[in-house]
């Protein structure tokens, strides 16, 4: 994580921010690399739109330094904003403006090169779908489209860094995959920053996660470790002439047994020591009839749910 | 960039109806104030005739039309303003700005920029009337440039004051109360704290009094005086105000 890694094009350390006595994010360290989509996850209130809001520079943090593409935004925000598209939760348009229009002045802010406004205008209408309703007052666009028109502000300059906040709310399932498709195909040549609480969304475009509860990054990893986070720490073993529980206890590296039925238990494992051969070895030498062994599925949904659980008890 | 802005605030002044029913307002009555005036000169001619120096007709006429566009300005100006800042922040547009490589400076200049574009158009409007006359008659042309220009710096001093409020708020008509009172506060008590500072012998105070005091700025210029304190109080406070918008907007990323 050298901050001159020329591939990083968001390096944010010690980020924090107060509003009065509140913390709304304490000491965020966040990285994300050319071609890397990360999923930024958390309840409400988690902090996510405040990181975002100062990754973009429309607010101050009150510690730690953000660079982009190895430029300080703090020192020099006009040099450091001219690589981020950024979609805030509202998308801010301007409802008077017909779709060329807007993408036309979105384009001129920016400071795109009269030359090319037009071309980088129909590509990036092409890429969000919007060919059809150039010419339609922004106003008069379903949520849907309006949503797309969001998005295709935030990469008509072809930004290094495009940051999406919650980038498919109010979208239908098939403009969701449609969506979906996008931000995978822009985070092949940029670094995309998204947060959302569709936690199937976060498995199906990022590659990296970090989970935000109450202004810390309480898990950060690549979806894959994610994965492995809980998977390979329980099993569910059916037997059919299966033991005492006690007994299944006493075998080295079982944490807990919870019975799920008459034959079949979930195993806990306890850290670091994987039990499962030794389980394999026993029931055959004891005979208790295995028939199933499976790793227990955890989805991002239980990580999630089991990280942030202490906000639903309080 | 503060001339892209500039076009987008002027386009967005004329997608709204409030700007031409203000153009369609400003026109209606100061077209009759200027009538008025031309009628009440044509009955009096005869009579000025017979005076040593008779004042002329740009004097009795144009003269008086631009001090009523200025009372009209003191309206209009904070209507045409509201929008500008406060609506952006309502929709949440302001954020398109503020990510976009601009500074406050040029966000704020921009909108003045296109604001005052618009302010000139009304100008030239009030300038187009006693033009009308020179065919017919000789117009001091001298006096008509100050008055332009008393005219310009007062709407450029009141966009200044009703950008800042504008600022304040996401509420547009709240932006333009807060400009409204802020105006007519000026007006009120500028005119009278300049001269209550100089009896007591503060010079200085009142000197700096002069330049919340837009009237009392306009009205040299209005006579045909080209008086350069009178040019530079609107210009301080124009600064003045333009700052404190900046200033506001750039303390916004900082309160959140």
């Known amino acids: 994580m050298n901050p001159a890694d020329p591939a990083l094009t968001i390096c944010a350390r010690g980020l924090s921010r107060r509003f009065g006595t509140n913390v709304a994010v304490h000491a965020l360290d966040l990285n994300v690399r050319r071609g890397e989509i990360l999923g930024l996850l958390g309840p409400n209130g988690a902090g996510k739109t405040t990181t975002m809001k100062m990754l973009t520079g429309n607010l101050a943090p009150s510690t730690g330094e953000i660079r982009i593409c190895d430029i300080d935004l703090l020192d020099t925000p006009a040099r450091a904003k001219a690589h981020i598209g950024y979609l805030p939760e509202t998308p801010p348009l301007y409802r008077e403006l017909n779709v060329g229009e807007y993408l036309h002045l979105v384009a001129r802010l920016h400071r795109v090169p009269k030359t090319r406004r037009t071309v980088a205008v129909t590509l990036a209408m092409q890429r969000c779908g919007l060919a059809a309703v150039g010419k339609k007052l922004i106003g008069t666009l379903s949520k849907g489209f309006q949503q797309r028109v969001g998005i295709a502000q935030a990469i008509v300059h072809e930004p290094d860094v495009i940051i999406l906040d919650e980038p498919t709310v109010g979208l239908d399932p098939n403009q969701i995959l449609d969506m979906r498709a996008l931000i995978r195909e822009l985070g092949d040549k940029h670094s995309v920053i998204l947060s959302t609480h569709i936690l199937p969304e976060v498995e199906a475009i990022c590659d990296r996660v970090q989970i935000m509860h109450r202004g810390t990054v309480v898990f950060s990893d690549t979806i894959a470790g994610m994965r492995d986070f809980q998977r390979g720490r329980m099993v569910t073993i059916s037997l059919q002439r299966p033991p005492v529980i006690a007994e299944l206890q006493q075998i080295p590296g079982v944490a807990a047994v919870e019975a799920m039925g008459k034959d079949s238990f979930r195993i806990r494992f306890s850290p670091d020591i994987d039990p499962t051969a030794a389980l394999i070895n026993r029931a055959t030498a004891e005979d208790w009839g295995l028939h199933q062994l499976t790793p227990a599925q955890t989805s991002l949904e239980d990580v999630f749910v089991h990280l942030t659980r202490d906000e639903v008890v309080s | ?256």
């Open chain 2, 1 to 256: 960039m503060i001339l892209t802005i500039a076009i987008k605030e002027f386009r967005a002044l004329f997608a709204s109806p409030l700007a031409w029913l203000v153009l369609a307002a400003v026109q209606l009555i100061l077209g009759y104030g200027f009538l008025k005036r031309l009628d009440d000169f044509l009955q009096i001619q005869s009579q000025l005739a017979q005076l040593a120096s008779p004042p002329g007709v740009t004097e009795l006429v144009a003269a008086p039309t631009y001090a009523m566009a200025a009372a009209v300005f003191l309206f209009a100006v904070p209507l045409l303003a509201m929008r500008m800042i406060a609506e952006e922040r309502r929709n949440q547009t302001l954020t398109l700005l503020f990510s976009a490589p601009i500074s406050m400076t040029e966000i704020v200049i921009g909108k003045f920029a296109g604001l005052m574009a618009f302010l000139l158009i009304i100008v030239l409007l009030v300038l187009a009337m006693p033009l009308t006359l020179a065919a017919s008659t000789q117009l001091d042309f001298g006096l008509l440039g100050t008055l332009t220009l008393a005219l310009l710096l007062l709407a450029a001093g009141f966009a200044a004051v009703s950008l800042y409020a504008s600022s304040l708020t996401a509420q547009p008509i709240a932006a333009a109360l807060i400009a409204f009172g802020l105006l007519m506060a000026m007006l009120l008590m500028g005119e009278t704290a300049g001269d209550s500072l100089r009896e007591r012998g503060w010079q200085i105070p009142a000197s700096f009094a002069q330049v919340f005091s837009p009237l009392r700025n306009f009205e040299p210029l209005g006579r045909g005086i080209l008086d350069t304190y009178a040019i530079a109080c609107p210009l301080l406070l124009i600064a003045g105000f333009l700052l404190l918008a900046i200033r506001h907007l750039d303390g916004q990323r900082l309160r959140g």
